[in-house]
């Protein structure tokens, strides 16, 4: 299908790429950089950021969370190593071989089919063990680590894991870092467990975005960035925790603008119903603006007579509810209006801006998952 002319589409801009991952690797301080493009590179485009991260030197590892985002990062040109941090199927594992991933590695049963197929591959496989550590979501436990040094130390080309890893669980939606703290400790104690039952790692990694911004000794031998690759802070704590440290302003810049053009106007009488359910009546003469989004294209339901759109340099209100589709906006204090006319949805459009943290606090959500639900429909385009 050609998009030479979306309806709609979403930009993405390399500078401001550049600009995160040069102020990434200096937070890291020469630790290598695994950059995650988990969840369609959360929204911006597995395809377009794979490929424009092939062209940094400064990043040594991608991250994803499936066996199927790790085969299209190789089909996308990815040529990195790629550490898979999700479950993967049984039936499943001989892709871990054939495409070379890194997988983590938290289920006794799966580590010891990868050994039997290291072994009859003659293949030295590098795996990353998952030590539970608080969160209690994926992990291995104290009590467990005897039984995986054992599956380890019964495979040759297994031997002992390459690296040791953990995931916080409370580090950015706080100012107050004592559960990270209590975390931080127990993989370290859970580490030097894996020495004494010879399974000693050779790297370390525990940092998320939060993580790799705020505390150094979280950093270990790499770093595992996410939402700030993309120019986004985790959350207001973990900029308001930055800036009382001293920190800078200018560490990250969005990627990302989402735009869409008018495909009607409407003049709409005093006293009308706008949209399913009646949610909005007019008090005046108005005028309308359809746009093709909805909420399959990821503009949340929840935005509903609540969110602005950017037209024209102006603010024009999100009117009635969002339908699959489709959705409604008031432009009749916007002078000018025709269609065809863009319409931004996240992005800045003269001196009025709408971020997805924005987006986000409409719809009481976070800004992870107004990314993340960008629909893959929607072409994206490097600028």
């Not at 299209?72 to 199927?89: E, T």
């Not at 983590?104 to 039997?116: A, E, P, Q, S, T």
């Amino acid at each position: 299908m050609s998009t030479e002319s979306p309806l709609s589409w979403i930009e993405l801009s390399q500078s401001a790429l550049w600009n995160n991952v040069a102020s990434l690797s200096k937070l890291a301080g020469g630790k290598k950089l695994a950059v995650s493009v988990k969840a369609n590179a959360y929204g911006h485009g597995l395809p377009e950021i794979v490929s424009l991260l092939q062209e940094q030197g400064q990043v040594d590892y991608l991250t994803v969370h499936s066996l199927e985002e790790a085969v299209a990062a190789r089909i996308s040109g990815c040529d990195r190593q790629i550490m898979v941090l999700g479950p993967i199927a049984e039936d499943s594992l001989e892709a871990v071989f054939d495409h070379e991933f890194e997988p983590v590695v938290f289920d006794r049963d799966i580590l010891k089919k990868l050994g039997r197929e290291a072994d009859r591959r003659e293949y030295p496989l590098k795996t990353h063990l998952k030590l539970e550590t608080g969160t209690y979501r994926q992990g291995v436990s104290e009590e467990e680590l005897p039984a995986f040094a054992k599956i380890y130390k019964a495979h040759k080309f297994l031997k002992r894991p390459y690296g040791a890893s953990m995931h916080f669980a409370n580090i950015e939606d706080t100012t107050v870092h004592e559960y990270a703290e209590h975390q931080l400790a127990e993989f370290e104690r859970l580490v030097r467990l894996m020495a004494k039952l010879k399974i000693s790692p050779e790297i370390c990694h525990t940092a998320s975005s939060a993580a790799t911004i705020l505390f150094e000794k979280t950093h270990f031998d790499m770093v595992r960035p996410g939402i700030s690759v993309y120019g986004h802070w985790p959350s207001k704590e973990t900029y308001l925790s930055y800036r009382l440290a001293g920190g800078s302003n200018e560490l990250f810049q969005p990627l990302l603008t989402w735009k869409t053009r008018i495909t009607q106007l409407k003049k709409v009488p005093a006293d009308s119903f706008v949209g399913y359910g009646c949610t909005y009546r007019t008090t005046s003469p108005s005028k309308l603006a359809v746009l093709p989004v909805g909420y399959f294209d990821g503009y949340a339901r929840s935005l509903s007579n609540t969110a602005h759109v950017l037209i024209r340099g102006r603010r024009a209100p999100v009117r009635g509810r969002i339908c699959m589709n489709l959705m409604m906006v008031d432009v009749t204090d916007i002078k000018g209006v025709k269609n065809g006319d863009v319409a931004t949805l996240i992005g800045r459009d003269g001196d009025e801006e709408i971020t997805a943290e924005q987006l986000a606090t409409w719809a009481g959500s976070i800004n992870y998952e107004i990314l993340a639900r960008l629909s893959s429909l929607i072409p994206r385009i490097v600028v």
